[in-house]
């Protein structure tokens, strides 16, 4: 019996892992080493490295190899490779914090092994300063790091203004092209050119960003797409305050929207022109806050 339920253990696994890879489009798999211990080690890489419909891990203990499928079009294998180092564990491109590492429970602190193709003061990544509490100026990559660009959310930005001036024209067509614009530009922001504040934010964000973008991008009744919009902004707004802007951005307040608990939004414009009611109360609001850079 107990033989059976194994069995039926694996099987439940394997149409698992199948049914994860399946909803994965431009599917790419490729095998790295990843050091790690036990069935906790399993758990936390796996869980660190999966996005749904973007990326999914398979580690196993006993090879200590890490199966990574991915969209191509949205990820690579370094951003999901820098999240599993984020979570204590080192790969062959990528070594997890001192810090971190320490903090492993004793069960999961496996032999550090593993050394970065190369080493020198351009190979570190640009996590010198603290992000979440811990210094990551010691997860060293085999690649040059590059330096800081602004432009990496640029694309990102102009979207969400984009779906913001589709929204007060009332244009459910247009809101829903620049959705999917907006989440194609989530997916080729490459990480590693992020300033350190920017990366802490676009980890928190990155997966909210593009669910709301796809809510807006399917649906085509535009009171469904302000809905997504107002839980858009929050998020943009997060990685507003620690981003790069070449002006001012406004943030912005409808008190009406919602039967009353209000929303926000992002614009580059302080004159009022509100996304969530157009025509009908095209100046209702307010700026309530001004984000300079």
Same mark, same amino acid.
């Given at each position: 019996?107990k033989?059976?339920?194994?069995l039926?253990?694996?099987?439940?696994?394997?149409?698992?892992?199948i049914?994860?890879?399946?909803?994965?489009?431009?599917?790419?798999?490729?095998?790295?080493?990843v050091?790690g211990?036990?069935?906790?080690?399993?758990?936390?890489?796996?869980?660190?490295?999966?996005?749904?419909?973007?990326?999914?891990?398979e580690?196993n203990k006993?090879?200590?190899?890490?199966?990574?499928?991915?969209?191509?079009?949205?990820?690579?294998?370094?951003?999901?490779?820098?999240?599993? $180092?984020?979570?204590?564990?080192?790969s062959?491109?990528?070594?997890?914090?001192?810090?971190?590492?320490?903090?492993?429970?004793? !069960? !999961?602190q496996?032999?550090?092994t593993?050394?970065?193709?190369a080493?020198?003061?351009?190979?570190? @990544?640009?996590?010198?300063?603290?992000?979440?509490?811990?210094?990551?100026?010691?997860?060293?990559?085999?690649? +040059?790091?590059?330096?800081? +660009?602004?432009s990496?959310?640029?694309?990102?930005f102009d979207?969400?203004?984009?779906?913001?001036?589709?929204?007060?024209?009332?244009? $459910?067509?247009?809101?829903?092209?620049?959705?999917a614009?907006?989440?194609?530009?989530v997916?080729?922001?490459?990480?590693?050119?992020?300033?350190?504040?920017?990366?802490?934010v676009?980890?928190?964000? @990155?997966? +909210?960003?593009?669910?709301?973008?796809?809510?807006?991008?399917?649906?085509?009744?535009?009171a469904?797409q302000r809905?997504?919009?107002?839980?858009?902004?929050?998020?943009?707004?997060?990685? $507003?305050k620690v981003?790069?802007?070449?002006?001012?951005v406004?943030y912005?307040? !409808?008190?009406?929207?919602?039967g009353?608990?209000?929303?926000?939004?992002?614009?580059?414009?302080?004159?009022?022109? +509100?996304?969530?009611?157009?025509?009908?109360?095209?100046t !209702?609001?307010?700026?309530?806050?001004?984000?300079?850079?």
């Open positions: 019996m033989s059976i339920a194994k039926l253990m694996v099987i439940v696994v394997l149409l698992s892992s049914n994860s890879f399946a909803q994965i489009k431009n599917a790419k798999t490729e095998t790295v080493k050091d211990n036990c069935d906790m080690c399993k758990a936390t890489i796996e869980k660190a490295g999966n996005v749904k419909k973007v990326a999914s891990v580690w006993d090879t200590k190899m890490g199966t990574l499928t991915y969209d191509s079009d949205k990820t690579n294998q370094d951003e999901i490779l820098k999240r599993i $180092a984020l979570a204590g564990y080192d062959e491109k990528f070594l997890a914090p001192d810090d971190i590492y320490a903090k492993l429970p004793g !069960c !999961c496996y032999e550090r593993l050394k970065p193709v080493k020198n003061k351009e190979a570190d @990544m640009d996590m010198s300063s603290e992000h979440g509490g811990h210094d990551h100026s010691k997860m060293v990559t085999s690649e +040059n790091a590059p330096v800081q +660009n602004a990496q959310l640029t694309a990102v979207n969400y203004f984009s779906i913001k001036d589709a929204l007060i024209k009332t244009d $459910a067509a247009n809101a829903s092209d620049k959705a614009a907006l989440v194609k530009s997916g080729v922001v490459d990480m590693s050119k992020l300033s350190t504040e920017e990366h802490t676009w980890m928190k964000v @990155m997966k +909210n960003i593009s669910t709301n973008a796809e809510s807006i991008e399917k649906s085509k009744d535009v469904k809905e997504a919009f107002a839980t858009l902004s929050t998020n943009l707004y997060e990685l $507003a981003s790069k802007q070449n002006a001012p406004y912005q307040h !409808c008190p009406m929207y919602n009353g608990k209000g929303a926000n939004w992002l614009s580059k414009e302080n004159a009022v022109k +509100n996304p969530y009611y157009g025509s009908q109360m095209l !209702c609001g307010s700026t309530v806050e001004t984000i300079k850079q």
